[in-house]
């Protein structure tokens, strides 16, 4: 028997044998109704992802080294692993997870992060300081909203 997949309210649902069974979805894949798979089109594990919703660009950490956080913690330091710069109006690919926002020193960035069933938005203002580092969990996507050099 052949499975197929129906979206059912941002689930995917795969049938398989006459089994219904849901396949965890990363909050883009629920949006678009698609699911993320692997090369034998079996379904990935969701990923983090980092949306850049303004015209200047920003930068995406990959690894999130503390041991405690959840989406939306800040952290001074607790970041490691490869940077990517992630351009105006762009996102960090599908298929790569990227932990980390960066906002830099003396800037202020307005970030609204997604998961399933919950979305909030927090405000980080780095004027007078360092560069602080926001954590973006697997099943989560991050969207910077505004940023601008200075105060908030």
Known sequence: MRSRSTVITGT??????????????????????????????????????????????????????????????????????ASRTVAAYDKTPLTEDWDVVQVDAGWCYKIKFVIPFKEWTLTFNQVGQGNRYVKVEDHADAYVTSQKAGSC
């Open 12 to 81: 995917v649902m795969t049938l398989a044998f006459g089994v219904l069974s849901p396949v965890p979805m990363n909050a883009a894949a629920a949006a678009t109704g698609t699911a993320v798979t692997d090369a034998a089109g079996t379904s990935a594990a969701p990923l983090s992802r980092i949306h850049n919703r303004t015209n200047i660009a920003i930068t995406a950490r990959k690894d999130w080294t503390c041991s405690t956080g959840t989406t939306g913690s800040s952290s001074t330091g607790c970041v490691g692993g």
